[in-house]
Each structure stands twice: as structure tokens, then as C-alpha cells.
């Protein structure tokens, strides 16, 4: 994987979160080497959901069904 200051990072597993299997996001990939979970918005939305940010929270859903997949703060 590539990041933005040319640093390439080996992939070490690629899964699936959140918070069942009905309500999850596939293929997730788990960076060897990073210490924060990193989410890229513009994938997400080409798989079909929607991104909303406030100022303390971060909610995922499906635009065809409507299912929250993931809620963060």
C-alpha cells in the first residue's frame, strides 16, 4: 500500500468490519506498521454508501438499504 509520502506499507490481512455481518464493510485492508485505522472515503462510497461527519461522530450507510454498517466517534 501506498501512502502519500511515496512510504510503501506491506498489507497484512484484508477483512471485514463493523457491527455484524449483515452491517459490515468488506475488504478492509490491516497495515502492518500503522497505529491508527484508516478509512478511505471515496471507496466507500463507490461501494454504495453514504459518509456523514459531525463534530463527534463519523456514520456509514447503505444507500440501497438504508443500514448503518459502521458508527464512530
Known sequence: MAFG?????KIIS???????PSHSIDNVYLV????????SVSQLCDRGNHI???LD???ITNVKSG??????K
Open 57 to 59: 461522530q463519523c456514520l
Open 14 to 20: 484484508v477483512g471485514k468490519i463493523g457491527k455484524s
Open 5 to 9: 509520502n511515496d512510504k510503501y506499507e
Open 52 to 54: 456523514g461527519f459531525t
Open 67 to 72: 443500514n448503518v454498517a459502521l458508527r464512530e
Open 32 to 39: 502492518d506498521s500503522l497505529q491508527h485505522n484508516l478509512l
